[in-house]
Antibody, heavy 117, light 106 residues
Framework: QVHLVESGGGVVQPGRSLRLSCAAS????????LHWVRQAPGKGLEWMTF????????YYADSVKGRFTISRDSSKNTLFLQMNTLRAEDTAVYYC??????????WGQGTLVTVSS | EIVLTQSPATLSLSPGERATLSCRAS??????LAWYQQKPGQAPRLLIF???NRATGIPARFSGSGSGTDFTLTISSLEPEDFAVYYC?????????FGGGTKVEI
């Protein structure tokens, strides 16, 4: 069974950093691209970033370009999101999702990031 | 960036009724559109991809149609578990974008 489990969320002060993880299981990790999608409280979905199956291609939303970095570790079947210079508007539930031709066919349960002083 | 506009924002219906949700793109996107369902406190679930193809395990009462700029998600007869928020999503280029959502409420 395909499973994605996010971790690493929490409360962080503006300007600080946080790293999210997404542990994958139930599928061949090195065969799939992966995404991060976020959802601010009471708001809609916002795509953040994508990494290809082999890590060679990465794309970012303008809102996080230069501040967030996506990476993956195939030895650990884990996806990461390094978030730097966090802002209040980055407060959201962050989901990792498996790529399906640039749609999202499997989602994790999400991890909440709150940026507040 | 192509903008997706969903309407209506809220759809008030009863179980057993037909639901028709709209998603309009600001320019033609061929058939590169998906629909997702999200219930409170849960992650979204893929329902339809490439405008009209049901994802694995999705009941036949969910159907998608359209191409170009106008797309429709139809739920033929609402079940109690279908009351949720529905999002459309575009995959033609980067950034990937979502519509603002339609809430289907009782």
């Amino acid at each position: 069974q395909v499973h994605l489990v996010e971790s690493g969320g929490g409360v962080v002060q503006p300007g600080r950093s946080l790293r999210l993880s997404c542990a994958a299981s139930g599928f061949t990790f090195t065969s799939f691209g992966l995404h991060w999608v976020r959802q601010a409280p009471g708001k809609g979905l916002e795509w953040m970033t994508f990494i290809s199956y082999d890590g060679t291609n990465k794309y970012y939303a303008d809102s996080v370009k230069g501040r967030f970095t996506i990476s993956r570790d195939s030895s650990k079947n884990t996806l990461f999101l390094q978030m730097n210079t966090l802002r209040a508007e980055d407060t959201a539930v962050y989901y990792c999702a498996r790529d399906f031709s640039y749609y999202f066919d499997t989602w994790g349960q999400g991890t909440l990031v709150t940026v507040s002083s | 960036e192509i903008v997706l506009t969903q309407s209506p924002a809220t759809l008030s219906l009863s179980p057993g009724e037909r639901a028709t949700l709209s998603c309009r793109a600001s320019q033609s996107v061929s058939s590169y559109l998906a629909w997702y369902q999200q219930k409170p406190g849960q992650a979204p679930r893929l329902l339809i991809f490439d405008a009209s193809n049901r994802a694995t395990g999705i009941p036949a009462r969910f159907s998608g149609s359209g191409s170009g700029t106008d797309f429709t998600l139809t739920i033929s007869s609402l079940e109690p578990e279908d009351f949720a928020v529905y999002y459309c999503q575009l995959r033609t280029n980067w950034p990937l974008t979502f519509g603002g959502g339609t809430k289907v409420e009782i």
